[in-house]
């Protein structure tokens, strides 16, 4: 082998190590954002006759979910004969509250999605456990807990 032939496959060589160093920077880097991005436990949402228990939440990354917040875990009807129903209420940045329904004397599982279509990402959310007490009374509801991206 000549001296230019040793050259040239030491040359690629070197850049398929370049390309792997690449590859496992990216790979690693990737890694670090999901650990960023993982679940987070919320502390017991309650008002007279409704309960938010197990809560998590995460802030989805902004390639997944269109960046939304993520929350889940078990909306309970404690008020077993009041004959009221229960709800969760979560907002994100200053629009309107969703609300998800539970149902009467039950506990249901919740696994919502909250995002804002007009932006690349969620920066705030808003959470909150009520009671529907009817049209003639204003439904109870827990303190509202604020979240915002870190």
Same mark, same amino acid.
């Given at each position: 082998? @000549? &001296?230019?032939?040793i050259h040239f496959?030491?040359?690629?060589s070197?850049?398929?190590?370049? @390309?792997?160093?690449?590859a496992? +920077?990216? #790979?690693?880097?990737?890694?670090g954002?999901?650990?960023?991005?993982s /679940?987070?436990?919320?502390?017991?949402?309650k008002? @007279?006759g409704a309960?938010?228990?197990? +809560?998590?939440?995460? /802030?989805?990354?902004v390639?997944?979910?269109? +960046?939304a917040?993520h929350i889940?875990g078990?909306l309970r009807d404690?008020g077993?004969?009041?004959?009221h129903?229960v709800?969760?209420q979560?907002?994100?940045h200053?629009?309107g /509250?969703n609300? #998800?329904d539970?149902?009467q004397k039950? @506990?249901v /599982?919740?696994?919502k999605?909250?995002?804002d279509?007009? &932006?690349?990402?969620?920066e705030?959310?808003?959470?909150?456990?009520c009671?529907?007490?009817?049209?003639?009374?204003?439904?109870?509801?827990s303190?509202?807990?604020?979240?915002k991206?870190?």
């Amino acid at each position: 082998m @000549t &001296s230019r032939h040793i050259h040239f496959s030491q040359g690629i060589s070197m850049r398929k190590l370049a @390309t792997a160093a690449v590859a496992a +920077g990216l #790979f690693f880097g990737g890694m670090g954002v999901a650990a960023a991005d993982s /679940w987070h436990n919320v502390a017991l949402f309650k008002t @007279t006759g409704a309960r938010f228990a197990e +809560g998590k939440y995460m /802030w989805e990354p902004v390639e997944v979910q269109q +960046g939304a917040f993520h929350i889940k875990g078990k909306l309970r009807d404690v008020g077993l004969n009041d004959n009221h129903n229960v709800y969760l209420q979560v907002k994100v940045h200053g629009y309107g /509250w969703n609300r #998800f329904d539970g149902v009467q004397k039950k @506990t249901v /599982w919740i696994d919502k999605l909250v995002h804002d279509g007009a &932006s690349r990402y969620v920066e705030t959310a808003e959470v909150r456990v009520c009671q529907n007490r009817g049209s003639l009374h204003p439904d109870n509801c827990s303190p509202t807990k604020h979240f915002k991206r870190p």
